[in-house]
């Protein structure tokens, strides 16, 4: 049996590597000139799709049917990850019972390139049915999408990079960037942190390289602290307990004052040792890290100072205690 993509295939021409990197350069020239097109057309109704989005208390629901679901998808997922709760809905699927995932909370965003995709019909009457907030982003105006929605992105003028113009290529490219423009729009609009994009990817290189100090530290009972005026004895038996390598001695009003290290116990080794007191030993003004500081950071700066681990300090006083293995099991690189 022949099958259906055999012709096409026996059609093909033999390996030119100039011409595919001359067709793959046209593509992407041609991607990257509607891209810089439609960042020129965005006005006033790009400002008013990020008002209604930003001001959603529910959720956006992303949808489109074929590639421009394809991208809608992306487009939640984006959103989603960056503090604009979102998901995407097939169109055909909430015609038979997901327009129940839907609340009155909720808003959409439309994607449909053409504007007349008969398949948004039941989503679209629904969102107009119970004043769901409805934005559409499109390839042309007028259109039974544009006629109904909210608030319209219409992509500029565009070619398709596909040779004969048919296949969805320049089109989705735009639609793409368009939605990562409105997610990075509400980000900034929200006030998205660093902090917050961690919370929302605790997994993977990214979590990883997110990782605060106070996220590994270690608090409370584990610190290993001790008063002026301990003994180098009494402090030797809190390192060893601690098993931390060092110890930080804290002042009357709980602030760091110094600290003992495996180090200084080498350097200051005599028989008068054990007796003399913690702040005849102790290295004064430690280096120390913020609680809050990335645990990268901390990492960069322990290998740069050859520490092997360093005290977390709020108002000069010691809140946590960080090893460098922390780090590393943590997967900080």
Known sequence: MTHASQPASARSRPSDPAADLKAARRVLLIEGEAIAALAASLDAEFVRAIDLLAAVTGRIVATGMGKSGHIARKIAATLASTGAPAFYVHPAEASHGDLGMLTKNDAVLALSFSGETTELADLIAFARRFSLPLVAMVGRRPSALTEQADCSLVLPVLIEACPMGLAPTTST?????LGDAIAVALLERRGFTAADFQVLHPGGKLGQQLLRVRDLMHTGADLPLVKPGTS???????????????CGVVDAKGKLAGIVTDGDLRRHLSPALLSAAVEMVMTRAPRTIRPNALAAEALGFMNAQALTVLFAVEGGRPTGILHVHDCLRAGVR
């Open 232 to 246: 180098m004895a009494e402090a030797i038996l809190v390192m060893t307990e601690k098993r931390f390598g060092c």
């Open 173 to 177: 490219t735009a639609m793409l960037a």
